[in-house]
């Protein structure tokens, strides 16, 4: 049987003293990570073309379930929104209670190409973003 480490938790309670011990536990769990991954990311594309054929072939021999191996499985059709008019549809969102309908972001990449242009985005501020870029080191 093949020795296999045991998985670090999410949050551990003790840290290591100095910024290079953090660095190394960070190099170790960051390896750990990427193999998983490397197994999980055939397995992701198997369940979703599995996914795909069950649908094919539910729609084709027009059934809306099964059940079999520990699973039950539906069709499940829910109705989503597809813009096909922007400006009517803006047109009525901007009207009193119906500002639930659009998402409040800004688009950041749009956001940065008008302001490195000189072009300032009225209402928008900037705050600082902190985050930690890790990056293999040659």
Do not use: Y
């Not at 003293?17 to 960070?26: F, K, N």
């Not at 193999?35 to 397995?43: N, S």
């Not at 039950?72 to 803006?90: L, S």
């Amino acid at each position: 049987m093949p020795k296999t480490e045991p998985v670090p938790t999410a949050a551990p309670e003790v840290f290591p003293d100095t910024i290079g011990g953090c660095l190394a536990e960070l190099a170790k769990v960051r390896a750990l990570k990427e193999k998983a991954e490397t197994k999980v990311a055939p397995l992701a594309e198997r369940e979703a073309a599995l996914r795909d054929h069950l649908l094919n072939t539910f729609k084709k021999d027009d059934l809306n379930g099964a059940k079999g191996s520990g699973l039950a499985i539906a069709i499940v059709t829910t109705k989503q929104p597809k813009v096909a008019d922007w400006d009517a549809f803006f047109a009525f969102a901007k009207r009193k209670g119906n500002d639930d309908l659009v998402n409040r972001a800004v688009n950041s990449a749009a956001w940065r190409a008008r302001v490195e242009e000189g072009k300032p985005v009225p209402g928008v501020e900037t705050f600082q973003n902190v985050s930690l870029r890790v990056s293999a080191s040659k």
